[in-house]
């Protein structure tokens, strides 16, 4: 084979260049600038939801609809538009090719198509705000009511719709590209973490996203065509739905907390210059257990709807049952960082302080999967904090440390500075500052999602606290985002491999890596890993 | 196939694309295996009831 040039060097800005690329590291950027903008305005979105209830009453809006959109946006775009593309389509493209020793993923052009289908999805979303009647059916879309609103809820299924078949080709396309396109001699037991992690979140993707697009079809033809699916004075069943979505929506978690895990890892053996600990234990047992489990566990978000005693029993032992493999990928992140050689840069501050949020958030489910207890925190601002600590903040985090990570491989320059530092720390207190009064009002009955809360008024000014927290979030996400922003364009030159990693993206490609990805084709010594570092 | 140092491929790069059927086979699969949960679902669900 030809050896192929590998130089990201071009001569100035082509548009056309980005719009019709195959380049599964162009799709990456495109996948990022994409799921930043949606967190951008689903946080802008979060910011005003704290504001309105930072008092006891109206306090920017005097229209609950109002409330209820910004609802809407904040918790469709920050799952469907944030994260999961955030995890799966950036890091997953840009990376996962390099990891492998592949030159780009197996199908380029439905590649392609998967990125201009989720930019459809954003449009559609972003049209939230422009149409005189705006969804308001949260991120969940119930019925009856997203049946019986005003709002627009063919703009929450047709975006469902895109973002999945979005993530359903890019699913079949990087089964087929770990499958076939791995580097010559490389093992299944040889792949990066992270390439195990997005291997298992797209494999839950392709089995799951059918039943929640059937789901939300099934809801545009009782709202628009008259059917009765969920209508139960029609002979239709209302539960039904709630089963539907989150028999995909409770899986949906681990694709995101999969790949966030994999970033971890790469973060953690790179900085601190160790092998993966357990490393078996941790894909077979931790990732591939967490897959075999996912689909059993959805009724726990259903505990109060109504459902017999011994699913009720049984999904609350499945849903225990999950911390087994997520104990197992704890325990090999902790025993990778044992006795190693830490580098403290922001990357790592970022994974770092991800035990602290897996463990917060880890730690506070455990009451809300037992059916007794739940029964008195359902609804309530306890299981909002809880999902923010597990879901949304560690696998945000874990996109950042990520970001830091790998910013010297995707433009040759690196983002440790004082303004990154500074966004961490920023960030990092801001979550705690807004999350914990959460928690407090949550056990004492405040309920989830209310636009106003006049007959607590007690609670005030724990929201209060919430509120300044948000506030410092934003402050510190602005100085993230600008940070990234400056140093992408003159940040101090990294160098080809600024983390001495082992890993092949740092090992065989220039940074940043140009068409073709590998000068020379690669080839792996006996014995080669990843994480090939002395043992200690 | 058009790559060098200064310009971005637009051609889709067949020659990157895994040879042989096993691929497409798979993919193939895959989709058909997506389409199905899909519509069998609706199909399945708007049988429910007595």
């Known amino acids: ?536 | 196939m058009a790559q060098n140092n200064q310009t971005i491929d637009l051609s889709g790069a067949p020659d990157k694309l895994p040879t042989g059927k096993g691929p497409w086979l798979i993919a193939g699969g895959l989709l058909i295996f997506a389409v199905s949960m899909y519509f069998g679902l609706i199909y399945k669900v708007s049988h429910f009831g007595p």
């Open chain 1, 1 to 536: 084979m030809t050896a192929q040039t590998a130089t990201a060097e071009t001569t100035g800005f082509n548009w056309k260049e980005w719009v019709f690329t195959t380049d599964h590291k162009r799709i990456g950027v495109l996948y990022l600038i994409g799921s930043m903008a949606a967190f951008v305005v689903a946080g802008i979105m979060a910011l005003l939801i704290r504001i309105e209830q930072s008092t006891v009453g109206p306090t920017i809006t005097d229209d609950p609809a109002q409330y209820n959109t910004w609802l809407y946006f904040h918790g469709a775009a920050m799952i469907l538009a944030f994260l999961i593309p955030g995890l799966t389509g950036f890091a997953a493209n840009y990376f996962l090719p390099l990891m492998i020793g592949a030159k780009d993923v197996a199908f380029p052009r439905i590649n392609a198509f998967s990125i201009w289908l989720f930019y459809a999805a954003i449009v559609l979303a972003l049209l939230t705000f422009v149409i005189p009647d705006s969804p308001d059916v949260m991120w969940t879309g119930y019925p009856p009511y997203s049946v019986t609103t005003t709002g627009n809820t063919a703009f929450y299924v047709f975006t469902v719709h895109l973002l999945g078949f979005s993530s359903i080709l890019g699913a079949v396309n990087f089964l087929i590209t770990v499958i076939y396109m791995r580097a010559p001699g490389m093992g299944w037991n040889q792949l990066n973490v992270f390439v195990w992690t997005t291997v298992a979140a797209f494999a839950i993707q392709l089995v799951f996203i059918p039943v929640l697009a059937a789901a939300v079809t099934m809801l545009l033809f009782d709202k628009y065509l008259g059917t009765h699916f969920f209508d139960a004075a029609a002979g239709g069943d209302v539960l039904l739905y709630q089963n539907l979505f989150w028999f995909y929506s409770h899986p949906a978690v681990y694709v995101i907390f999969l790949p966030a895990v994999g970033i971890l890892f790469e973060v953690f053996a790179s900085m601190g210059k160790n092998r993966i600990f357990n490393y078996k234990a941790c894909v077979y047992g931790g990732i591939c257990g967490i897959c075999l489990i996912t689909g059993e566990v959805w009724v726990h978000h259903l505990y109060v709807a109504g459902m017999p005693d011994w699913l009720r029993i049984g999904q609350m032992v499945t849903t225990l049952l999950i911390s087994v493999p997520v104990g197992l990928i704890v325990l090999s992140m902790w025993g990778t960082l044992w006795r190693a050689s830490i580098t403290y840069n922001v990357a790592m501050l970022y994974a770092a302080s991800c035990l602290f949020l897996v463990l917060l958030g880890g730690l506070t489910g455990i009451p809300l999967a037992l059916t007794a207890v739940t029964i008195h925190l359902s609804e309530t601002s306890f299981v909002h904090a809880h999902f923010h600590f597990i879901m949304a903040l560690f696998s945000a985090f874990a996109l950042f440390a990520g970001i830091y990570y790998w910013f010297p491989k995707m433009t040759g320059r690196t983002a440790d500075g004082p303004l990154a530092v500074f966004g961490f720390w920023a960030n990092t207190i801001g979550v705690n500052v807004t999350f914990w009064p959460l928690f407090i009002v949550g056990v004492e009955g405040m309920p989830r999602r209310y636009w106003d809360y006049e007959m607590f008024p007690q609670f005030e000014p724990y929201h209060q606290v919430a509120t300044v927290g948000a506030m410092i979030i934003a402050v510190g996400m602005t100085a993230t985002i600008l940070n990234w922003i400056i140093s992408a364009v003159r940040g101090p030159k990294a160098g080809e491999n600024p983390w001495k990693s082992k890993s092949l993206e740092w090992t065989h490609c220039p940074s940043p890596p140009g068409p073709g990805n590998f000068p020379q084709d690669v080839v792996l010594p006996e014995g080669w890993t990843p994480y090939d570092y002395d043992k200690k």
